[in-house]
């Protein structure tokens, strides 16, 4: 038996290109299907633990999938805005705690956040380096927004208008980047977070003014009020929020009515879960409430459609690719016809001969597979990577 | 009720000693408050089961008062963030702070807030013209929003440590039980000649006028300051349809000031909000001297 697999390995030794080629293919053949398996298994359970951590949503009637997808996965796609009361509304039924969210904006490529402060415990998310954001115009980064953008505590990042929906509206503001927060390996990395006052800043919806002493705050005479002197107050709105001009920034209207892309709803417990989706039961609403699970499920069926049918394709393509290593080799035995013939003179038997033919293959399997689960070990760290970029974009 | 109070407290000793004295320090609930009644209000529901803070300095209004980034630090890492409510948190705003552990104590009577016309107008932008209104913020000084400030407080507590909640609701009904004493004291002085006309110094008195029916016009004055003479030529256009007899002061005039008026047989009268640490005497205190205060032009 030793010396099948030693007289073997010579003979694949000496036709090295041909055991080669033969090999790559084999190892292609097993590779392509399993990692396309790894890679979605990797998108459904990093999407599954993401829509599982976010028990409700409440958005704009309208695709529950680009609602999940923009409120958990900062998708590009636009989703209509609801307004800010809709986070009151949630929390004001007693049933469950409301998580404004505004997803709508990118600064240099990474999306940029707004969140109240309760989205960085909801989520787990605390500083690795520097605090979370104290002060309007501050930001903290996702450790790879961080890593791409190459910045830390005490750096600015200009935020410019990137939404293709509103030319008008955003002006840009110099952000304070106060931390980077530790790895998540969510979303969230890729994150710019902002406080919702800020991203409202960048929207338009507030401002400063300049030389905040020439327009006195109050204006009263002593006894009424005066009539207002408008024109002549300065109308310069800053870029930066610096400590001297934070006093003189506001907002304009009713910050209930301001937009927010959604809310997430993390209710008490199941019974209040159902009353609360309750509330959204009627159709004529401006709102709904989705499962970002139910959404992500469907969504996952869909791509998990497609996975079955690139396993048929592969299936096929491999079948054809072993039909042609099986050419291959008995190709190879009619070209080794003379070297056959000689180990029947030397006085083997016929089963030597299929003995060591399977020896041939044994190792050019093993070597297959070898190289296979090289590429899958090697590509595995990617695998949710692979999956996010492919599955979400 | 006094004993009941001791009774609560000998038994959170008790406890503390029986679960180890880390635990319990660890445990306190850590309470921001946005001014000294809240916290005031605080301190009487959470006895000793929190730690309530101020952040703003003594010598600072709260209503003007603006907070940096190390005060935003610390609001952030509290429990509960006890508001005002009626836009008296103007930083609000301007700073990033947990929403779900905020608590605005003033929203059981939103609709009941009184609201300031015209305070500013300017114009930017394409918008045009438009006016910056405000709210009247001084609401503790009616005394029945202030009990139901209280029971927004007392509220937040038991939400956060339902446990709790016989000790929380104790300590509201002997605070409000004071609150209404005031309120009960305030409504009666006033009763005994209703329309009397009376002057204040700082538009900050509108909730204790609706209330207690006050007759009240206001100036824009600070204690420590001369008001220019237009001020002075405006009082007295006031004073000729308003013949009023005393004016309320947040705090002392001056003498310069008090003595000014009193040549126009106005005398001056502390009535004081409270909105900060007093540095001697409590809340209930303070709204005791204010009402006494009163009594004396109610009752000439
Ligand atoms: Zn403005």
């Not at chain 1, 999938?65 to 929390?91: H, K, N």
């Not at chain 1, 499920?297 to 791509?303: D, E």
């Not at chain 2, 300031?116 to 000084?141: C, D, K, M, R």
């Not at chain 2, 009023?244 to 947040?250: D, N, P, V």
């Amino acid at each position: 038996m030793r010396h099948d697999f030693y007289l073997a390995w010579r003979h694949l030794r000496h036709h090295r290109i041909r055991t080669l080629i033969l090999v790559l293919c084999l190892s292609l053949i097993g590779a392509l299907p399993l990692g396309l398996h790894r890679m979605l298994e990797a998108g459904e359970y990093w999407m599954t633990r993401r829509a599982e951590a976010t028990p409700l949503l409440v958005g704009a009637r309208g695709s529950s999938v680009d609602l999940t997808l923009g409120a958990l996965y900062f998708s590009e796609a636009g989703v209509p805005t609801i307004r800010m009361q809709e986070a009151d509304r949630v929390t004001a039924t007693g049933w469950a705690d409301g998580l404004p969210l505004y997803a709508r904006h990118r600064v240099q490529g990474q999306p940029l956040v707004g969140v109240t402060l309760d989205y960085f415990d909801f989520r787990g998310l605390a500083p690795a380096q520097g605090e979370l954001p104290a002060i309007l115009g501050d930001c903290v980064l996702g450790a790879e927004a961080a890593e791409h953008l190459g910045l830390g505590p005490g750096d600015t990042l200009a935020s410019s208008s990137e939404n293709a929906f509103d030319l008008a509206g955003t002006y840009p503001l110099k952000l304070h980047v106060t931390g980077v927060l530790a790895k998540a390996h969510s979303p969230d990395d890729n994150a710019v977070f902002v406080d919702l006052h800020t991203a409202w800043v960048i929207e338009g919806l507030g401002h400063g003014h300049v030389d905040p002493q020439a327009a006195p705050t109050l204006t009263e005479s002593p006894f009424g009020p005066v009539a207002a002197r408008g024109a002549d107050m300065g109308l310069l709105t800053y870029t930066e929020i610096t400590p001297e001009n934070l006093a003189s920034f506001h907002f304009h209207g009713d910050p209930a009515t301001y937009p927010i892309s959604a809310v997430i709803a993390l209710p008490h417990d199941t019974r209040a879960a159902t009353l609360l989706r309750g509330r959204y039961l009627d159709e004529k609403s401006e709102t709904e409430i989705v499962r970002p699970l139910d959404v992500t499920r469907s969504l996952l069926q869909n791509v998990f459609r497609v996975g079955a049918l690139f396993d048929g394709i592969l299936l096929l393509v491999g079948a054809i690719a072993l039909f042609l290593v099986a050419l291959v080799f008995s190709l190879s035995l009619r070209l080794r016809q003379r070297e056959i013939e000689t180990i029947y003179l030397l006085g083997c038997a016929r089963l030597t001969v299929a003995r060591l033919l399977f020896a041939e293959i044994l190792l050019i399997g093993l070597f297959a597979a070898a190289v296979c689960a090289a590429v899958l070990a090697a590509a595995a760290p990617y695998a949710s990577d692979l999956a996010r970029h492919f599955i979400l974009s | 009720m006094p004993i009941l109070r001791v009774l609560s407290v000998v038994f959170t000793l008790l406890a503390a000693s029986a679960s180890g004295a880390g635990a319990i320090g660890e445990s306190r609930l850590k309470i921001m408050a946005s001014n000294y009644p809240l916290a005031y209000f605080a301190e009487r529901l959470a006895g000793p089961w929190a730690t309530v803070t101020l952040p703003v300095p003594v010598d600072v209004d709260p209503a003007y008062w603006q907070p940096d980034v190390k005060a935003v630090g610390t609001m952030q890492k509290a429990d509960l963030i006890l508001l005002n409510g009626a836009d008296y948190e103007k930083w609000l705003v301007h700073v990033a702070l947990p929403r779900l552990k905020r608590v605005d104590t003033s929203a059981g009577f939103r609709d009941r807030l009184i609201r300031i016309e015209n305070a500013v107008v300017h114009s930017h932008g394409p918008a045009g013209q438009h006016s910056h209104e405000g709210i009247a913020f001084t609401t503790w000084l009616d005394f029945d929003q202030a009990a139901q400030q209280a029971d927004a407080v007392a509220k937040a507590l038991i939400a956060r440590r339902p446990e709790l909640k016989t000790a929380v609701l104790e300590a509201l009904k002997a605070l409000q039980a004071g609150l209404a004493d005031l309120d009960g004291e305030l409504k009666r002085i006033t009763s005994a000649r209703p329309g009397l006309p009376l002057l204040a110094s700082h538009p900050v008195y509108q909730y204790l006028a609706r209330r207690y029916g006050l007759n009240l016009k206001t100036v824009h004055w600070e204690p420590g300051e001369m008001p220019p003479a237009t001020e002075w030529t405006g009082l007295d256009k006031t004073l000729a349809q308003h013949p009023a007899k005393t004016m309320l002061w947040e705090a002392q005039p001056s003498p310069a000031v008090s003595d000014k008026l009193s040549t126009k047989g106005v005398t001056s009268v502390v009535f004081d909000p409270c909105a900060n640490r007093p540095a001697s005497g409590d809340f209930l205190a303070i709204m005791k001297q204010n009402i006494e205060n009163l009594k004396t032009p109610f009752q000439r």
